[in-house]
DNA sequence: TTTAAATGTCTATTGATATAGACAACCATA
DNA sequence: TATGGTTGTCTATATCAATAGACATTTAAA
């Protein structure tokens, strides 16, 4: 962990550690092990003795974020990012649900073109078939999580960017158009450092970690109906894979 | 000044201080004598010891910002701010100026959406007339300096939001569609510690003071043609009223 | 010159912050 | 059951943060 705490400030050390390990549990630091390390562990990583790690520890505790167990260690029990579950029936706001107020999806661009390589090859359509693109911004109470570019077979569903306009909602524009159901049949996970696009569109400081999955849905018969790119903001969602 | 110190929150009561002294300095709060009251008078105030405001006086002292000279007072020796002049010809890029080298509006969201209730009256239009929505934050010389939302009548600027896309500027996206010229009809200012959306999008840390002023523009004739809810980063700007 | 108002300096006291060490209590596991 | 690792509690000490009061020094104005 980059940076060390800084004495002599005006802000007590004890306030500087709880705000590092608040952080590192949103970035999803510990949770191999749903803990946070030892006391000690902690006192020599910020050069601070364990007494000062344990008022760090206490204010989290207060804040609900971890829960000390005498013999075990010191628990997680709040993470403040969203959980995505990602499964044959991953829909943006269904798996957000009950974890937000208000969900919206918001259309920044749209337009039709002819497929290139990637996009027909996921779409399982000839090179230059005419699709729609879709450039949306998904925010749970009012935070930006994800922004995607999904492309349709123009053919099948020319009327998605209304439809979507309308609903903000990738699944009812579906149902608008005939397609009552839908299933996620491929989704790829990897990570990268945010790029400039990505600081406005998600709200975003240098140096942000986005997760950028790229994904193929299917209509009951097999047959793609959408193929989206998209990226997270890495410290406001965590992606869980369900069988 | 609104909003009191907080004791035991692990933050001195001198850093406090100092940075609402700093922040009310940006502001402009002392331009009329160029200098910050008296200690007493701040120790009073803000409810501390005459020490205590010593202790954040000379933390700014130490960062150039005030130099103390005994028997007459606290003069401020530099203000980081930019000034933003008010009156019935206020545009961003031109207030600007000359203070800045390169001043840029990006465009963070849109959509067209029915009008709430406050917009509706701040634009003079029955609740519910279809609006459009621009989310945008402006730079000069690289560094946020004020996120907006702006509501504008659909039926009379469809094309905002590609107008503005391409100008970057409210200015000219107006006499892209027709409008050459406007008015600043009205202007309210108030304030309040930065929100979470503040922190990124003015990239801010936590405790940061925004101010925030709401406003509507007016076509010669008077009609309204723009409602403005926008947030600057208090410690880089300052207002001037114009009349 | 006198006076008022402002900053500068000093002593003293209290509470919060941080370090140091020792040991108890508890848990998981060999 | 024995052991190692973990959190919980206690005492002690030093430093920082904050309050309180007194008085000196400097400046501007009456």
């Known amino acids: 962990m980059a940076g060390q705490v800084q004495r002599q400030t005006g802000v007590a050390l004890w306030r500087q550690i709880a705000d590092r390990i608040r952080q590192a549990i949103s970035a999803g630091a510990y949770d191999e092990t749903g803990m946070v390390p030892p006391e000690m562990a902690l006192a020599t990583q910020f050069g601070v003795n364990r007494h000062t790690v344990r008022s760090a520890l206490a204010a989290l ?6 829960r000390a167990v005498q013999g ?7 993470k403040e990012r969203l959980n995505f579950p990602i499964s044959k029936r991953t829909r943006f706001n269904s798996g957000i649900g009950e974890q937000a107020r208000e969900t919206r999806g918001l259309l920044l661009g749209h337009g039709e073109e002819a497929a290139s390589d990637e996009v027909a090859r996921w779409l399982k359509l000839a090179p230059g078939t005419r699709v729609i693109r879709l450039e949306t911004v998904r925010k749970a109470d009012g935070r930006p999580v994800s922004s995607a570019t999904s492309w349709f077979p123009a053919a099948r569903f020319a009327g998605m960017r209304d439809a979507y306009e309308t609903t903000e909602s990738i699944t009812r524009a579906f149902a608008e158009l005939g397609l009552s159901d839908y299933i996620r ?8 450092h945010a790029e400039a696009a990505d600081l406005s569109a998600l709200e975003l400081t240098p140096g942000a970690i986005v997760l950028i999955t790229k994904a193929m849905n299917t209509d009951l018969d097999g047959v793609p109906v959408q193929y989206s790119v ?3 903001a890495a410290d406001r969602v965590q992606f869980t ?3």
């Open 61 to 66: 505790a207060q804040e609900g974020i971890v």
């Open 72 to 78: 075990r260690g010191t628990l997680i029990e709040r």
């Open 185 to 192: 049949a491929t989704t790829e996970i990897t990570a990268a």
């Open 230 to 232: 998209t990226r997270f």
């Open 241 to 243: 894979i369900e069988n």
